[in-house]
């Protein structure tokens, strides 16, 4: 049930400001595709590259936030959707703070994605479809994931007995079953430069 009497609360800094001090805007990179496609290390490695450009983001991470804040959801996929919605939220909050926010999430399904990039500003959500085989992401399977939906030990399992939807206009496409991950930093790197979103 919704929350009643509350009123919002004009911060005394604006999201520009923060901007303006940064010296680049902020944004969300959202990075999605079937487990075992390398979200997390991709995420992480190109976080890791912008930060030694002194360019801060934040990472969050699906399972990191399934610790914590959204420990109480399973993945049906009510849960999914609920899942999905509360990190777009959460993005938004760093948007504001000024922050670059990169998310790995498998994100399933096209409707979710769609909401949360309605719920920022133009130039503020980037889709970036982490491209990979299921077959590949099988044989990689590095949290042993797949097998134990093979086995029927995990159920509503993305790309098994849940279904994945790929983006249909991505910003970015990168193809993690063909590319190395330091050539898919760089390639979301020269992306992020051409649209003047970092300047390093």
Known sequence: MAANNIVWHDASISKEERQVRN???SYVLWFTGLSGSGKSTLANAL???LYE???QTYVLDGDNVRHGLNKDLGFTDQDRKENIRRIGEVSKLFVDSGQIVITAFISPFREDRQQVKE???ENEFFEVYVKCSIDECEVRDPKGLYKKARNNE???FTGIDSP???PENPAIT???EHQTIEQSVLQIVQFLRERNLILS
């Open 23 to 25: 010296s680049y805007p």
């Open 53 to 55: 450009s002194s360019i």
């Open 174 to 176: 990168v193809d993690t």
């Open 164 to 166: 994945y939807e790929e």
């Open 154 to 156: 995990i159920k509503h």
């Open 47 to 49: 976080a890791r590259y």
């Open 119 to 121: 719920i920022l500003a």
